[in-house]
């Protein structure tokens, strides 16, 4: 009995590396998926807007960069202030790529200026529109805190005038939705449907804008912030 447990537990265990390495095939197979996969091991970093010295660039120091790589993340991500321009951020974006993590660069919204939202993104998204699929960009940190958008009609609309306006000038650039409120996981299968983003592209809409699915199942879909516990299938 002892060895047909064994020989049981052991024909598991082959079962079980197989199916680790047909998942790990998958994401192989499909570079949005496996961008996502390295998002689950990431750290976020603060304001530099808030910094005084700082007066054209935000700069993080090398040795940082290095030290988050060298503690095992494969990801960052910045917070990109809307009253900076995009260039602000480029030296940490470069930086960041340059030493293989995944770049997540974020919109905090300090005004209630819809069309500035959706400016600031076009801009963002031209100028950095030959970096690699590496980088990332999420539509907002979190709407209800900031500018403090509590309506989720209102929130979906300013996602859908951005992600428009960025696709004009970056068709394959790697997008993050949360949804309204404070971006909570539950939000996602309730708003990040085709009912709610009615965006229009030339081919099409949300639905034939693979790079949103990663290759995944709908139910599978991150927001950034939620993506560090989460297993993709």
């Excluded at 998942?23 to 603060?46: E, N």
Aim: net charge neutral; proline share 5%.
């Amino acid at each position: 009995m002892k060895a047909s447990l064994v020989r049981v537990i052991w024909m598991l265990a082959l079962a079980g590396d197989a199916w680790a390495d047909s998942k790990q095939d998958s994401v192989t197979a499909d570079p949005v998926a496996a961008v996502f996969q390295r998002m689950k091991h990431g750290v976020c970093v603060g304001n530099f807007e808030r910094d005084q010295d700082l007066k054209a660039v935000a700069e993080l120091d090398a040795d940082y960069l290095d030290s988050v790589r060298d503690a095992g993340f494969s990801s960052i991500r910045f917070f990109f202030n809307n009253h900076k321009q995009p260039k602000f951020y480029a030296t940490n974006v470069s930086h960041a790529l340059k030493r293989g993590l995944v770049v997540n660069v974020c919109m905090f919204m300090f005004t209630k200026d819809r069309q500035q939202y959706v400016n600031r993104w076009r801009e963002i998204a031209t100028f950095y529109r030959d970096y690699p699929q590496e980088l990332v960009f999420e539509m907002f940190n979190e709407p209800s805190l900031a500018p403090k958008l509590n309506d989720p009609t209102e929130v979906m609309d300013w996602i859908n005038a951005a992600v428009a306006a960025i696709r004009e000038v970056s068709l394959k650039r790697i997008l993050l939705i949360g949804g309204p409120s404070y971006m909570q996981a539950p939000f996602l299968s309730k708003y990040v449907t085709p009912e709610h983003l009615t965006y229009k592209l030339p081919g099409g809409g949300f639905a034939e804008d693979r790079l949103y699915y990663a290759g995944l199942p709908r139910n599978s879909l991150m927001a950034s912030w939620n993506i560090l516990d989460t297993e993709f299938g």
